[in-house]
């Protein structure tokens, strides 16, 4: 419409590309705490292999694109979960995998130090029920996020 | 002048696109390597087989934030991932991929390989160092002993070679090869370059500056978008220096039958840079003391009885 | 001289090789460690409090989530310990639907432990084919109570279904692959020449310091001391199979290791007699009331699960919820002895050393 | 299987008949617990000896407004962290213990869960179905 246009059009030139490249490669920040921890451990061991997708685990959050919170969250916990959460770099996304992680689940009563819900802490993208999901409720979700990337939030 | 530095940045360039074009292969072959030693599949789903995977990787890497952690010493942690990357991209200067096919036909050419590749370490050390990390300092200090040890036994690993050739030149060492390949006179000696590469590049069974089961990801903890891509790329460019090497010293270069010459060296080197990857999925980790316990007791002392027995040899026969 | 200075290294709640969320606070000069320092409780989720809210049969699912790498002998433990206390018999069958699915978990449990301790060292491939043989375990699990992870099959009495069919065929079969893999993986890790310089002489822990500690298990055995529950106390039907104790020499993780890999040839030759000898009849002890009250009174009752002795103390008042449940935690005694055994050693051996405690953090913290 | 024992003991006597059990042959420190009592805190305590296969479950029983009892980590060092663990989730100082901090809960924490009367408004009661 007026004469800035140009500079807007090579950043929403690039974007797609970004979008399509990130959701291609998504390097993952394996924060697993108690029992989900292990089915996200079978997802990206030999029979489910999210490697598939492009998803790397990294051990620095520095690195990552994509925090995965499998597990109980505690008081005590709670407060490195949003640090670690504030390591990363944008743009970063958090899946909440398990009950626990979305809302305490089993724990959500008469519990005196567990969150109920990560999403109190921290700000979720996707979340998986079951207690602990299955491996392949774990790779829908991965997926579901890959469409999140791609369109954009 | 003028045209003449146009040429030699089209050199470069195109030096850079061959680099650069390894390292991706390099890259993904690691990552199918690994997963079918896993009997996983790998990257399957960008493009075919996941053959783009690279260039999303590197399309994220290059736009994501970088992230100034504070209490950095902020110049050096700029400035490090070049320093680890440059120096190694240089060394292929020296290296001859085919027979006219080298950049410049250093008369010192191994002298200067040895020389620039081993530069590279400073930049792991500046990132540990200025990375106000406890676990990046470990891993810098680690690559600090790492080097300063393992570049002995390297070099006297080389010297039987020039030895036998007479001459520092790749080209020349290349061509005193047209009998019979080094590898089969200095067997010892291609064992003990190559472990001492290994160690070099931070490959497993010595990757202990990184190692990632105890240091988090050690020097490059705190890095972040392409300055880490940098440190990543480097890693590859090191190990496919050191099999180049390796093939020019020990395999005969670019000869062969019936196959053109660039193939030859291509496919030598593929094949050395397989085993290296083939060994990061199937060994543990050295501990450092022992780390340091191969190299001063064991490694040395083999080289320099190679050197010995290499210069009875020469004396004699 | 130089003045040096110790350094503090804070190993985890996050990090790689932690197992879970435990912290370690290191003190180092260079890389050598002077004291270690661990922090638990980054998973404490009150498991006994809840209890006390909760009726019998609601706990079952609460210890599955206890030690999650081997639900099943929570459930086993805590089911025995109920059925001591209320005087409930557990029909033949039962008990050996029991047995089989306890010593298949002890063996997905040491699966686990035995690949994780491979990684700790940089062996990343051991511990995926470790998870490849884990997969069939869990596929049999899932065929019995359709639960991947966390089971709740147990019930008062027996077991809360019967064996599906074709359910002892597979394990024939699953037994007769795994055993071959048992080899393999003793030459790919054990005598691996860079692992045993690893592990070896790393963490020894001596025999009386075991004892005080509390220690049990592998971690136990590996120092020399012949205890397990199974022999020592039989408990279900566990007189009737025929097995031997793998006992260690040193004390170190490559012991550990050691026996923890023979423990899984002992479970398969439990489970191939189990699967022989199985007798028909009832799964479940129809007599059970759904609401169960058990008398007044305390009763404590242990069993040997993967980590160790693991037991349930509890404190009845004569109504439906228990008074008090104290969940006696193998790895929260064989954790205890890492101050004592790591100074002096680098901070690689470290992490070769709670690789080998094999730590499970909803068991440590509850 | 192994033969059980109870033995109930006053508080003051603790220290000298635990020492009394290590020497004949009681090596192996299991565990030990506390349950509230409403009036009083008792103490479980559970030695086995692994060569003669048998146990022992020492009780004592300490007031509720004086919570306070001899330390057993000079006899077993397992009983460091375990006797923490029931300090932190049930407030009994244990007299001579080196290191009597909070184990599972954050140091910050205020009151001692376990406990019956223990209140905090993070807890969301159950709805009760039976």
């Known amino acids: ?153 | 002048m003028l045209l003449s530095l146009i040429f030699i940045i089209i050199q470069a360039l195109i030096v850079f696109a061959i680099v650069g074009a390894a390292v991706a292969v390099t890259l993904y072959s690691e990552i199918k390597v690994a997963s079918h030693v896993q009997s996983k599949l790998g990257y399957m789903r960008t493009g075919w087989h996941g053959s783009l995977q690279g260039i999303a990787d590197m399309i994220k890497l290059l736009l994501k934030e970088e992230i100034l952690p504070g209490k950095i010493d902020k110049l050096i942690f700029l400035i490090a991932p070049y320093v680890a990357f440059l120096p190694v991209f240089l060394s292929f200067i020296a290296i001859p991929l085919g027979p006219g096919l080298i950049v410049k036909d250093l008369n010192i050419g191994i002298l200067y390989f040895l020389a620039i590749s081993s530069v590279g370490a400073i930049g792991i050390i500046m990132a540990g160092w200025s990375s106000y990390n406890k676990y990046s300092l470990i891993g810098g200090l680690r690559s600090t002993a790492q080097v300063i040890s393992y570049e002995i036994p390297h070099l006297l690993s080389i010297l039987p070679v020039i030895m036998l050739t007479g001459s520092l030149s790749t080209v020349s060492i290349v061509n005193a090869q047209e009998k019979v390949w080094y590898i089969f006179l200095q067997p010892l000696g291609f064992l003990i370059y190559f472990i001492s590469t290994l160690a070099e590049c931070n490959r497993t069974p010595f990757d202990l500056p990184e190692a990632e089961s105890e240091l988090v990801s050690g020097y490059h903890t705190e890095y972040s978008g392409m300055r880490f891509g940098l440190f990543f790329m480097a890693e590859y460019t090191h190990v496919i220096a050191g099999c180049a090497m390796a093939t020019i010293l020990f395999l005969g270069g670019w000869r062969g039958v019936f196959l053109p010459p660039f193939f030859w060296f291509l496919l030598k080197t593929s094949f050395l840079v397989f085993i290296v990857l083939l060994l990061r999925w199937t060994l543990p980790r050295f501990r450092m003391d022992q780390h340091m316990y191969l190299n001063w007791y064991i490694l040395l002392p083999l080289s320099l009885f190679n050197l010995i027995i290499t210069g009875l040899g020469i004396l004699l026969f | 001289m130089i003045k040096t200075e110790e350094l503090y290294l804070n190993v985890g709640p996050q990090h790689p090789s932690t197992h879970g969320v435990l912290r370690v606070i290191v003190k180092l000069d260079g890389e050598r460690i002077v004291e270690a320092k661990p922090d638990i409780g980054y998973l404490h989720r009150n498991f006994e409090k809840i209890c006390e809210s909760r009726t019998y049969t609601q706990v079952i699912p609460f210890t599955d989530r206890l030690d999650y790498p081997s639900s099943m002998v929570n459930n086993l433990a805590y089911s025995m310990t109920v059925e001591k206390l209320a005087g409930i018999t557990v029909p033949k069958r039962a008990e050996y639907i029991r047995v089989i699915v306890a010593e298949l978990n002890r063996i997905a449990s040491h699966l686990l432990s035995f690949g994780a301790s491979g990684m700790d060292a940089g062996a990343f491939t051991i511990f995926l084919y470790c998870f490849r043989e884990r997969e069939f375990i869990v596929d049999l699990f899932e065929m019995l109570c359709g639960a991947r992870l966390t089971y709740n099959y147990l019930r008062f009495g027996g077991v809360s279904q019967d064996l599906p069919e074709g359910f002892i065929e597979k394990t024939k079969e699953f037994c007769n692959y795994f055993k071959p893999k048992i080899d393999e993986y003793e030459d790919f890790l054990l005598n691996n020449y860079i692992y045993s310089q690893r592990a070896k002489n790393v963490g020894i822990l001596k025999k009386e310091n075991a004892l005080s500690y509390g220690a049990s298990g592998p971690v136990l055995r590996a120092c020399g001391v012949k205890y397990d529950l199974r022999k020592d106390e039989p408990y279900s039907v566990y007189n009737e199979f025929d097995f031997d104790i793998p006992v260690g020499k040193n004390g170190d993780c490559w012991d550990r290791a050691k026996v923890r890999l023979e423990e899984m040839r002992q479970s398969v030759r439990i489970i191939e007699q189990a699967l022989e000898t199985i007798p028909d009849g009832e799964y479940l002890n129809s007599q059970v009331p759904r609401l169960l009250k058990p008398p007044v009174g305390d009763v404590y009752h242990h069993i040997e699960s993967p980590r160790g002795e693991l037991g349930f103390y509890i404190v009845s008042d004569g109504s439906s919820r228990p008074y008090r449940i104290k969940a006696r935690s193998p790895a929260f005694s064989n954790l205890s002895i890492i101050p004592l055994i790591s100074p002096g050693l680098l901070i690689a051996d470290l992490i070769i050393i709670i690789g080998s405690l094999d730590p499970c953090f909803g068991e440590i913290d509850r | 299987m192994g033969e059980e024992r109870i033995v109930e003991i006053k508080t003051e006597e603790l220290l000298k008949i635990a020492e009394e059990f290590k020497n004949k042959g009681y090596t192996y420190f299991s565990f030990m617990t506390a349950v509230d009592e409403k009036e009083k805190f008792s103490l479980c305590y559970r030695l086995s000896s692994l060569e003669n296969k048998n146990s022992i479950t020492i009780k004592v029983k300490i007031p509720r407004d004086n919570p306070v009892i001899d330390s057993l980590t000079s006899l077993w060092a397992g009983a460091n962290w375990q006797e923490r663990e029931v300090y932190d989730l049930f407030g009994i100082i244990f007299e001579g213990h080196p290191d009597l901090r909070r184990i599972l809960l954050p140091e910050y924490w205020e009151g001692h869960p376990l406990r019956k009367d223990y209140q905090d408004e993070r807890i969301t009661k159950r709805p009760d179905f039976y």
Request: glycine share 8%.
């Open chain 1, 1 to 153: 419409m007026d004469i800035e246009l140009p500079n807007n059009i090579i950043l929403t030139k690039l974007e797609p590309f970004f979008r399509w490249a990130l959701s291609h490669s998504i390097y993952m920040f394996p924060f697993g705490t108690a029992c989900c921890g292990m089915e996200l451990i079978a997802v990206n061991a030999a029979r489910y292999d999210l490697m598939r997708f492009g998803v790397i685990p990294r051990s620095t959050p520095r690195q990552a694109d994509l925090m995965t919170v499998a597990g109980t969250i505690t008081e005590k916990m709670a407060p490195l979960v949003k640090r670690l959460y504030e390591q990363m770099a944008t743009p970063k996304y958090v899946i909440a995998i398990g009950s626990c992680a979305i809302s305490g689940g089993p724990y959500h009563y008469d519990t005196y130090s567990v969150v109920k819900g990560v999403d109190k802490i921290i700000q979720v993208d996707v979340y998986i029920p079951g207690c602990p999901p299955r491996p392949e409720a774990i790779i829908h979700g991965f997926m579901e996020l890959q469409e999140k990337v791609r369109k954009g939030k």
